[in-house]
T-cell receptor, first 115, second 115 residues
Framework: DADVTQTPRNRITKTGKRIMLECSQT?????MYWYRQDPGLGLRLIYY???????NKGEISDGYSVSRQAQAKFSLSLESAIPNQTALYFCATSDFGASGKVEQYFGPGTRLTVT | AQSVAQPEDQVNVAEGNPLTVKCTYS??????LFWYVQYPNRGLQFLLKYITGDNLVKGSYGFEAEFNKSQTSFHLKKPSALVSDSALYFC?????????????FGKGTKLSVIP
């Protein structure tokens, strides 16, 4: 089974709709992240969380919100979707950094289309 | 501020030839550096990292990268390319000395290995 899972894998929604993307991990990591990927722009950080009570904005948080329901679950919400939020969304996890374990591990992605 | 540049959008190499994918970075402190690979319709897979110590780091699938502080570079290399290496490659940086917990990604380089 995959260590980092995302649901749904694909979603088409209409402008103005609320949508939630979910992420679960079995790696036992404390830190979780949400990124979006746009062609030619690489990945950009939306939000990150170091534990259930710690949520931080990333580079492009406007129009998004998150919820850390448990150590293993981190969801991303678009309260009122707009077409320029059409993108590939990735969840990632990492250890807290002991023993040099600083790399992030990514889920398979959710392809979101807003029409 | 931290940033990373991948100067080539695409790199083409013949199977069996050595390959290099370039990455330069900018940080105010000292960096952690990473390479990730993305295959079509997949998430990002961690290849290798530099955090400290030996400037030449070895990673998965026969890839290696050399940290060059004076040139602020972290180029990805492989002695003999395989067709299966064809994918999108991302370099990422984290300025740990400046207290950053965020990864900044380059825009990606598409590697095509020609049979």
């Amino acid at each position: 089974d995959a260590d980092v899972t995302q649901t749904p894998r694909n979603r088409i929604t209409k402008t103005g709709k609320r949508i939630m993307l979910e992420c679960s991990q079995t790696k036992g990591h404390d830190r979780m992240y949400w990124y979006r990927q746009d062609p030619g722009l690489g990945l950009r950080l939306i939000y990150y969380s170091f534990d259930v009570k710690d949520i931080n904005k990333g580079e492009i948080s406007d129009g998004y919100s998150v919820s850390r329901q448990a150590q293993a679950k981190f969801s991303l919400s678009l309260e009122s979707a707009i077409p320029n939020q059409t993108a590939l969304y990735f969840c990632a996890t990492s250890d807290f950094g002991a023993s040099g374990k600083v790399e992030q591990y990514f889920g398979p992605g959710t392809r979101l289309t807003v029409t | 501020a931290q940033s990373v540049a991948q100067p080539e959008d695409q790199v083409n190499v013949a199977e069996g030839n050595p390959l290099t994918v370039k990455c330069t970075y900018s940080v105010s402190g000292n960096p952690y550096l990473f390479w990730y690979v993305q295959y079509p319709n997949r998430g990002l897979q961690f290849l290798l990292k530099y955090i400290t110590g030996d400037n030449l780091v070895k990673g998965s699938y026969g890839f290696e990268a050399e940290f060059n502080k004076s040139q602020t570079s972290f180029h990805l290399k492989k002695p003999s390319a395989l067709v299966s290496d064809s994918a999108l490659y991302f370099c990422a940086v984290r300025d740990w000395e400046a207290g950053s917990y965020q990864l900044t990604f380059g825009k990606g380089t598409k590697l095509s290995v020609i049979p």
